[in-house]
């Protein structure tokens, strides 16, 4: 089955849908997107869409493979019409299926969105007053938009769909540095880096690592742009009120840099997301505005190995502290869970727009030296900035005595995706075992011979284990596997029954863990 | 009596009014010296919610203070 294809015919959804059909899945969650009468304020008669069908392809499948392991979704298709088409008639069609709701809607989601801005397929408009325009892939688009043409997407003439006239990204200012050389501008382009947060410090951190040609940036932010954002958050403006931070920044810095592969996430960052969107990335970087979020990359970072970089504003200061894997975290500086509304955020106490501008700037300033490996006395402690004295004051943090090798022993247990329920996703498996859960392999010889676990476990065979769920610590972190998730999830069961807590099952078993999802 | 140079972060600087002074005490724990400045500048936070970092590093609130010992309270950031 082709995970993405082109149909020069109108789509069967049936068909479509039947494809998808999967015992191992409860539900199911597709997207249509329809011929509309209008875009950009002019009337639409029909259109036509192009594709450069070879690459498109391509890129289409990477992004179906790339929903299916980042969600653990069971199956995953994407069709698009190519050819004309008249108003009303289904241009896209995507479907997931899916164990849980919530992962087939997220990689619905994920799957239109990446498709719009990744492959390259254009729409040419016809519209009732006669004229046509070709309107290009959106992340073509916004780069031709703000790079100064007339805003409207049908203001580009007829094959203008890339930014050809523009100029190549130099960055001649930074490899001429000897930390950086082309060897450093390599290690730039392939860093992938997740900004949480697009406001005062986020936009200082996205606008410098797009600038420095940084591969891929992630950018999450749920919020709306606010007219008080603007004396602080200077990537965006007045007519920008009102639509989502993450996708303006991300229109901002596709044309700031088209060579950096931005994406935007018009979502709350929280435990459970961060848990899943985080292992895409090499580094993190907290610009968030409250301490739950903070706490949250956090951990994320330390429970994945990875650096991240956080820093907080109040009115002329800010903390500035760089977490690598095995060193002190912010839980060793902060170790009580630290309450949002304890202390002002911008909103309650004030602040001047350079602050987090500097702040921001730091921040951007140490991923680069991070991804460089350039060394940075902030990974051992706090640096605290007080812009009013202009004074920088260093301070140094231990590791709490508890923890040991890369993890910390003040973490929270890890979140499940969905809390109602028993299971963990299977790309969860990897960052378990870092995370100190005992693997419970309840297979039979046989199948345990034909597959062997691909981490370090405990046998336990099914009936034993629910027979005499005892024999298990209390207090344990336990997560159970099988062939496909049926056993483990009527053993996570019982033991959660026999009042052990920490119990979850693997979802979708061993058949949901590829390859290279595997721990080493 | 030991002469302690206190700084003073964020919130902490706004309610004391100040985000440096001199402090001749008798306290012999940075515990007992912030309840000590607590009083007098009426901060509200209590030792828990905040951190103590003693002579550039981050310390603990029963930790004895050395004549000369730099102090500085400091509170945790929200904004972004």
Redesign the interface.
């Known amino acids: 089955m082709a995970g993405f294809e082109f149909s020069d015919r109108p789509l069967d959804t049936a068909a479509l849908r039947a494809s998808l059909e999967d015992r191992a899945s409860g539900g199911y969650a597709s997207f249509e997107g329809w011929v509309r009468d209008h875009n950009d304020g002019r009337a639409v008669e029909r259109l036509e869409y192009e594709a450069y069908a070879e690459l498109a392809i391509k890129e289409g499948e990477r992004i179906i493979g790339e929903a299916v392991r980042r969600f653990g979704v069971r199956r995953a298709r994407c069709a698009h019409r190519v050819g004309p088409l008249a108003l009303g008639e289904l241009a896209v069609w995507v479907g997931v299926s899916s164990a849980h709701r919530g992962e087939a809607f997220a990689a619905c989601r994920y799957i239109i969105d990446e498709v719009k801005h990744r492959v390259p397929i254009w729409k040419k408009e016809h519209y009732a007053d006669g004229d046509s325009g070709w309107v290009n892939c959106e992340r073509c688009a916004a780069a031709l938009d703000d790079a100064g043409h007339a805003h409207g997407h049908g203001a580009n003439p007829a094959g203008a769909a890339h930014p050809a006239g523009l100029p190549q990204p130099d960055y001649s200012r930074q490899v001429v540095l000897p930390e950086v050389g082309q060897a450093g501008q390599a290690r730039l382009r392939a860093a992938k880096v997740l900004v949480v947060?697009a406001?005062?410090?986020?936009v200082p951190v996205l606008t410098y690592l797009a600038g420095a040609g940084i591969g891929t940036l992630g950018v999450v932010d749920a919020d709306l742009l606010e007219p008080s954002n603007l004396h602080r958050q200077i990537l965006y403006a007045l007519a920008d009120v009102g639509r989502p931070k993450a996708l303006l920044a991300a229109e901002r810095l596709r044309a700031l840099n088209p060579e950096v592969d931005v994406r935007a996430y018009v979502e709350r960052a929280d435990a459970a997301s961060l848990q899943v969107l985080a292992d895409g990335y090499d580094v993190l970087v907290?610009?968030?505005?409250?301490?739950t979020t903070?706490f949250a990359v956090n951990d994320a970072a330390v429970r994945l190995g990875k650096p991240a970089v956080l820093?907080?504003?109040?009115?002329y200061?800010?903390?500035l502290q760089v977490v690598r894997p095995g060193g002190p975290c912010l839980r060793c500086?902060?170790p009580?869970a630290?309450r949002?509304g304890?202390?002002?955020?911008?909103a309650e106490?004030g602040?001047l727009g350079p602050v987090?501008g500097v702040l921001g700037s730091l921040q951007a300033l140490e991923v680069l030296k991070l991804v460089l490996a350039v060394a940075t006395p902030a990974e051992h402690?706090?640096v605290?900035v007080?812009l009013?004295?202009l004074e920088m004051?260093?301070?140094?943090?231990?590791r709490a005595p508890q923890c040991a090798g890369r993890s910390c022993a003040r973490l929270p247990p890890a979140v499940a995706v969905d809390r109602e329920e028993l299971e963990l996703p299977a790309t969860a498996l990897a960052s378990a075992v870092a995370d100190g859960f005992t693997v419970i392999d309840v297979r039979d010889a046989r199948e345990r011979a034909e597959r062997p676990a691909p981490c370090p476990h405990r046998h336990i065979p099914l009936d034993r284990l629910v027979d005499d769920p005892r024999q298990l610590d209390a207090s344990g972190r336990y997560l159970v596997l099988c062939a496909r998730g049926q056993r483990s999830s009527a053993a996570a069961e019982a033991l959660r029954r026999a009042g052990i807590r920490g119990a979850w099952s693997l979802r979708g078993g061993l058949a949901a863990v590829g390859a290279d999802l595997a721990p080493a | 009596m030991s002469t302690i140079e206190v700084?003073y972060?964020?919130?902490l600087?706004?309610q004391a009014g100040l985000?440096q002074e001199r402090v001749v005490t008798a306290a012999a724990t940075a515990a007992a010296l912030y309840e000590e400045l607590r009083a007098r500048h009426g901060l509200t936070?209590g030792p828990?919610?905040l951190?103590v970092?003693i002579d550039?590093?981050?310390a603990d609130w029963q930790a004895p203070l050395a004549d000369g010992a730099k102090v500085?309270f400091?509170?945790?950031?929200?904004?972004?």
Not at chain 2, 74 to 80: D, K, L, N, T, Y
């Open positions: 947060g406001g005062g410090l986020g907290d610009c968030s505005d409250n301490f903070r820093a907080s504003v109040y009115q200061e800010g903390q500086v902060w009580d630290t949002d304890l202390v002002g955020n911008c106490a602040v987090p402690g706090v605290l007080d009013g004295t004051r260093h301070i140094k943090a231990r | 700084q972060y964020a919130v600087r706004e985000s936070l828990a919610q951190r970092a550039g590093e981050f500085v400091i509170p945790p950031v929200a904004g972004g």
